[in-house]
């Protein structure tokens, strides 16, 4: 049996709602006027560039290290620092702590004169001379290719291709396969109505102002559920700087090369070729069977970019006697981004990766 | 006997907040997902980013008239620096395939860890 609330417990409730509607109303002011947070914790150094293409190598924290680099792929739409967002909230501080010696082949926006780089380009061509980079930098012929959504695709079509090495152990996070099950984007590209030809002679490039639009009506009103629960939260600097963090990463995207997002449309969310085996890069058929290697599938519950069931088929289609898959509580970005990811994927992946690794 | 728990009126706004996104995200998704939304957003992207790429022309001209850059003429400076940039990187990886030297850019020159770790499970069971 429960008592009436006290007048001390209803004093100390009043008390803090007003106290936190003040905090509210002076940060909030502060917010306008301050600079967006810094992102990217790890030294890291350039070491080849080509266009739009970087790749980066990370000073190791450990003082023994892994004898198999691990290469991460990041999305082309997508800016790296998402796995590298502050010290004690990056993916690769966690695998630099943990002894790993890792690269990571990240995406500058690419130029009008790179409107013709395509799927191939980034397959058979960006790819292979990272990993090259990567096996000259280490000194070491086998590497992990480890790649994140669109990473997963175009590394997923890489190791189809070249399935005789030299990558040892292969790791996709939300990658999508099944272009029939993407929801709203498969409606919203159907060739009944999309013209991308078109788009692409139009515009060269597509502009990032179309990808964040097309992502946001994934989720049509959570923007504006998370800048009421933004003021919400203005009382809470820690609150606030990963909301900001997050929000300055969302907003960061990338144009795509005009080509590469036409023979995106076309092979992979009009004709499935992955999944109907169809696909063809530099004249040769990108078999997933084809692919060998130890391999990790990790996906999330909740994704509302790739479906789960855009990206279990890979599981399934894959060669490899060697693999499982990791379905974790968590959406696109949380599941390798936040709190949700320090907890049950960065450990889990370690885990998988040490014993793969020497 | 425990003191009631005080309702707390922002808590439940938060709950309302929650709800009502995920309802609006769930029917605003469903009527997306129509065929007469898709071909509707369809030919709006297309008319928007016309138009956007027909302002930049005109407002292209006006930049000319005013002896100012394009965004188009700046672009192509950066285009011929990076074909300039390309353009090395050829000569480099040429030379070395003359050389034989490491592809690899040379670096400050910082200890590298050697390559010798072992999972924490095998470390442990050798030290026992």
Redesign the interface.
């Known amino acids: 049996?429960?008592?009436?609330?006290?007048e001390a417990?209803?004093a100390a409730?009043v008390t803090a709602?007003v106290e936190r509607a003040i905090q509210r109303n002076i940060k909030g002011l502060e917010y306008f006027g301050s600079a967006a947070p810094v992102v990217g914790a790890s030294e890291r150094?350039l070491?080849?560039?080509?266009?739009t293409m970087l790749l980066y190598h990370y000073?190791?924290l450990?003082?023994?290290?892994?004898?198999i680099p691990v290469l991460l792929v990041m999305a082309t739409s997508s800016r790296g620092y998402i796995l590298d967002l502050a010290p004690g909230q990056s993916f690769v501080e966690f695998l630099l702590k943990r002894?790993y010696?890792v690269y990571m082949l990240d995406w500058a926006p690419p130029?009008?004169?790179e409107k013709h780089l395509d799927l191939n380009t980034y397959v058979n061509d960006f790819l292979p001379d990272c990993i090259?980079?990567v096996q000259?930098?280490?000194g070491?012929t086998d590497v992990t290719l480890a790649a994140y959504c669109m990473g997963g695709v175009l590394s997923t079509m890489y190791m189809a291709l070249n399935p005789d090495g030299p990558v040892v152990n292969f790791v996709t996070f939300t990658t999508p396969i099944n272009w029939q099950k993407m929801?709203?984007f498969s409606?919203?590209?159907?060739k009944?109505?999309?013209?991308v030809d078109?788009?692409v002679e139009?515009?060269g490039n597509v502009?990032p102002e179309?990808i964040v639009a097309s992502f946001d009506?994934?989720?049509?009103?959570?923007r504006i559920?998370g800048n009421?629960?933004l003021w919400?939260n203005m009382w809470n600097d820690e609150a606030v700087t990963a909301f900001r963090r997050l929000e300055r990463w969302g907003n960061d995207t990338l144009p795509l090369a005009g080509e590469y997002f036409r023979d995106t449309t076309k092979k992979l969310m009009w004709e499935n070729g992955l999944v109907e085996r169809t696909l063809e890069l530099g004249g040769r058929k990108v078999d997933i069977g084809n692919i060998k290697v130890p391999f990790l599938h990790v996906v999330a519950e909740h994704d509302h970019i790739v479906p789960y069931e855009a990206s279990s088929p890979l599981f399934k289609m894959i060669g490899s006697t060697d693999k499982e898959e990791v379905i974790l509580k968590g959406g696109h970005v949380s599941l390798v981004a936040g709190a949700n990811a320090q907890k049950r994927l960065w450990p889990r992946l370690d885990q998988w990766l040490?014993?793969r690794?020497? | 006997m425990s003191e009631a728990k005080l309702p707390d009126p922002a808590a439940m706004l938060r709950d309302m907040l929650g709800q009502w996104e995920k309802t609006s995200n769930e029917a605003m998704t469903q009527l997306m997902a129509t065929n007469e939304f898709g071909r509707a957003m369809s030919q709006m992207t297309s008319m928007s980013l016309e138009a956007k790429s027909n302002f930049s022309e005109i407002f292209g001209k006006v930049l000319t008239g005013m002896n100012l850059p394009t965004r188009d003429e700046l672009l192509t400076v950066a285009t011929q620096i990076r074909d300039v940039d390309a353009r090395l990187d050829r000569i480099e990886t040429l030379l070395v395939k003359l050389t034989g030297a490491s592809p690899v850019a040379a670096r400050p020159a910082a200890p590298r860890p050697p390559r010798t770790r072992k999972p924490a499970q095998l470390a442990d069971s050798k030290k026992s």
Request: net charge negative.
């Open positions: 049996m429960s008592s009436a609330p006290t417990g209803v409730r709602t150094d070491i080849h560039s080509r266009g000073r190791p450990a003082d023994e290290i892994f004898r002894g010696d130029t009008a004169a090259a980079r000259a930098d280490s070491e929801g709203l409606t919203f590209s159907d009944r109505w999309f013209d078109r788009l139009s515009l502009p179309v009506m994934l989720r049509p009103v959570s559920a009421i629960r919400d040490q014993e690794s020497l």
